[in-house]
């Protein structure tokens, strides 16, 4: 029996209590199997129905990226028909089968702090939304993600005080390899922290995500009425596994004897593509999922002396991979208002929460609206503008019905109207989140939905080495002309600051795909096949709308900084890039004040 509470503007709070059958996990795979359709089928308008079948494919699409992510031996259930089992011997120097897991982005590293915060999500999304994943069909493939992503990161902590962090750095030669998955450079140099030389951040981030995955597997969930069921995949002993995990890395991360520091501080190679900002945040996060899994009032009294010690409410910008604060307010809310055990103020949280959204959708930052409408913050969005903007959607969207007051829950996302139990409809209005997400699928300056293969206006050029079929780093974009394989359901980095997207391969910042750019989508679209039954906006695209409005020339962004010529640059070029700029800055600075000091010394002497 589950209780559902659901909110409307338009009548007074709603409080429906239902009794829905419950259905057995099936956790075998489809057969058979879901495909992602070619792109002309996101052109189609559904004809309606429950649940929006437009929607379910997304859902089924954007899990698929992940499998064709992988790394390691692949099973016979692949789905992916042009991708090879890979990088077979990743930990044989060091003893350890390290095989496995997901390649990070467009490249072949394996990365586990972003890793880890792409399961998180995951997992917490699946539990809050998980009759989506249900509904579409797709629960059996979460399923598979999960386990291919969690499997692995229980290999990479084979005890208590080990946990590796990054396999084939991506400023070794394998991180300028350009080719296919069969002549992968080796060998690839796996590296680790441990207990005399820690990383808090990695460990913690780890156990977070474990801790919360160790929820979703117990199906423990956090309604109190707010949110729909867990996705069916519940599973106690993997559960129970998961959980050992997560205690054993929160116990390292906060204990280690080489004491609390970036992990990058312990293994400089990570700094290249993800040097995390401070670790507060993820000792945080990781206390809070695993006062939810244990029901401990002293975790969550952890988590909160950890907000305040690392004065984590002072920075309060972005969620993604490095920055966890903005889901932290949400979380303590969440957990508060289910469990009296916890100890939680959930009136308390519900204000820091409504501080920093409210802030957000009246556009007083952080982060503000670009012309056409996307929420951009400086710094962050200029290297994947989407990511952020979909990480508040979807904070946003799991907050509102946590929000003080029907105005509140209206400006960030708008109604749930209640037609039974297998049928809910979102009012989609001008709320923000919403807006976001129909940014993302194509309601933007250049009726691009920036997801690969979901319409004929998708990008035809996402930065991946194995989908591109290219061999030469000096000719990603020319050689070959077309991508050779469709990555379907790839999120790409997005448009820049202008809304404008010039689909170049080579232009990581816009057109790169990465495990943490699909996770807050998975979310969304699993809320929408929930609670939506129109289309996502790209269905209402007409063909050929992008070529219309394709901009000229090339974006000026890292990538294109020298007469838009320059090399391809990894994620990690950025930071040399950034110095060699901050560097020729101050020389143009230098030389300039020498000028006007020369010039005023030639006027105060003639
Ligand atoms: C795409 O699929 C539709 C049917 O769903 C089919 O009619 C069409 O020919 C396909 N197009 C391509 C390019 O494969
Ligand atoms: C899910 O599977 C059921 C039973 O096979 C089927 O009736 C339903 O149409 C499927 N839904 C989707 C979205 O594929
Ligand atoms: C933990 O695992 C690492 C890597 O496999 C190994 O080097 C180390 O000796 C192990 N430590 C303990 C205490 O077992
Ligand atoms: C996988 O192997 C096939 C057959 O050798 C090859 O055509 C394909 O390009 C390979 N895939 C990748 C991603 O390299
Ligand atoms: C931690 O790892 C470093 C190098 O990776 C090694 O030198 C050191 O001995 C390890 N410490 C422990 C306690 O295993
Ligand atoms: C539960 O998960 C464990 C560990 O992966 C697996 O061995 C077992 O078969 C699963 N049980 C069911 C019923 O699926
Ligand atoms: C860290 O060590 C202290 C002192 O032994 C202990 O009280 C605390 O529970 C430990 N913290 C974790 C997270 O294990
Ligand atoms: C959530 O449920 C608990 C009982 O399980 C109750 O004590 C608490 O007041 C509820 N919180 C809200 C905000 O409804
Ligand atoms: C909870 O927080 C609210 C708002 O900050 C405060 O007014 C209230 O006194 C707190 N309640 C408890 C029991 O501490
Ligand atoms: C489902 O919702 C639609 C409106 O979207 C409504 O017309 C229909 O009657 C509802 N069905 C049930 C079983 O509640």
Redesign the pocket.
């Known amino acids: 029996m589950r209780f559902m509470i659901l909110y409307t503007t338009i009548r007074p709070l709603v409080i429906l209590l239902t009794l829905c059958t419950s259905v057995l996990a099936q956790l075998s795979l489809p057969n058979p199997p ?1 495909l992602p359709p070619n792109s002309s089928s996101g052109a189609q308008p559904s004809s309606g129905g429950y ?1 929006n ?1 437009q929607w ?1 494919t997304l859902l089924g699409n954007l899990l698929y990226f992940y499998e064709a992510q992988r790394s390691g031996e692949l099973p016979s259930s692949n789905r992916v028909s042009w991708r090879n089992s890979s990088a077979l011997d990743d930990g044989i120097d060091a003893h350890i089968d390290l095989s496995g897991g997901y390649y990070d982005a467009g490249d072949y590293s394996k990365d586990t702090f972003p890793l880890s915060f792409t399961l998180m999500s995951i997992c917490w999304g699946a539990n809050d939304f998980g009759k989506g994943y249900d ?3 797709q629960t059996a493939y979460l399923d598979d993600m999960l386990r291919w992503g969690l499997d692995w990161l229980i290999k990479a902590h084979p005890n208590d005080t080990t946990l590796y962090v990054l396999i084939a750095s991506k400023d070794t030669a394998d991180g300028t390899y350009w080719g296919g998955d069969r002549s992968i450079p080796s060998p690839r140099p796996v590296y680790k922290i441990n207990d005399s030389q820690p990383g808090t951040d990695a460990a913690a981030g780890a156990a977070a995500a474990f801790a919360a995955c160790s929820n979703l597997y117990a199906s423990r969930a956090l309604d109190n009425g707010t949110f729909s069921a867990p996705a069916k995949l519940r599973n106690d002993s993997y559960s129970s596994t998961l959980l050992t995990h997560a205690q054993q890395l929160y116990a390292f991360a906060a204990n280690a004897t080489g004491g609390r520091k970036t992990y990058q501080t312990s293994v400089p190679q990570v700094a290249a593509a993800y040097q995390s900002s401070g670790y507060g945040d993820e000792l945080a996060i990781a206390a809070l999922f695993l006062s939810w899994a244990t029901g401990s009032a002293s975790l969550y009294q952890e988590a909160e002396a950890y907000y305040s010690k690392y004065k984590l409410g002072d920075a309060n910008r972005v969620f993604n991979w490095d920055s966890k604060t903005p889901g932290l307010a949400v979380l303590f809310s969440q957990i508060a208002q289910s469990f009296s055990a916890s100890s939680g103020n959930f009136s308390a949280w519900q204000a820091v929460a409504e501080n920093y959204f409210d802030s957000i959708v009246n556009n007083q930052g952080p982060g503000s609206l670009t012309k056409d409408g996307l929420l951009f913050f400086q710094g962050d969005s200029n290297l994947a503008s989407l990511n952020p903007a979909l990480n508040t959607a979807m904070l946003l969207h799991r907050f509102s019905p946590l929000a003080s007051s029907a105005a509140k829950k209206a400006a960030y996302l708008v109604v749930i109207i209640f037609f039974g139990c297998h049928n809910w409809s979102l009012n989609v209005k001008k709320d923000f989140a919403n807006r976001q997400v129909a940014y993302a699928l194509g309601k933007n300056s250049m009726s691009v939905p920036y997801i690969v293969g979901v319409n004929p206006n998708s990008p035809s050029n996402p930065h991946s080495a194995m989908a591109s079929g290219g061999q030469d780093i000096g000719q990603i974009d020319t050689s070959p002309a077309q991508e050779t394989y469709v990555l379907y359901g790839a999120v790409i980095g997005g448009p820049d600051e202008r809304g404008r997207f010039f689909d170049i391969r080579s232009d990581w910042p816009q057109t790169e795909v990465a495990l943490d750019y699909n996770a807050p989508m998975l979310t969304l679209a699993a809320m929408h096949v929930l609670a939506d039954t129109n289309d996502p906006y790209y269905t209402s695209l007409k063909a050929g709308a992008y070529d219309k409005v394709k901009p000229q020339g090339f974006p000026c962004d890292p990538v294109f900084s020298q007469g838009c010529q320059g090399p391809h640059l990894s994620k990690g070029g950025l930071i040399a890039m950034a110095v060699v700029i901050t560097v020729v800055g101050l020389i143009i600075l230098g030389l300039t004040v020498y000028y006007v000091v020369l010039l005023l010394k030639r006027t105060v002497t003639t």
């Open positions: 879901f649940p079948q379910t509904l579409a069909n």
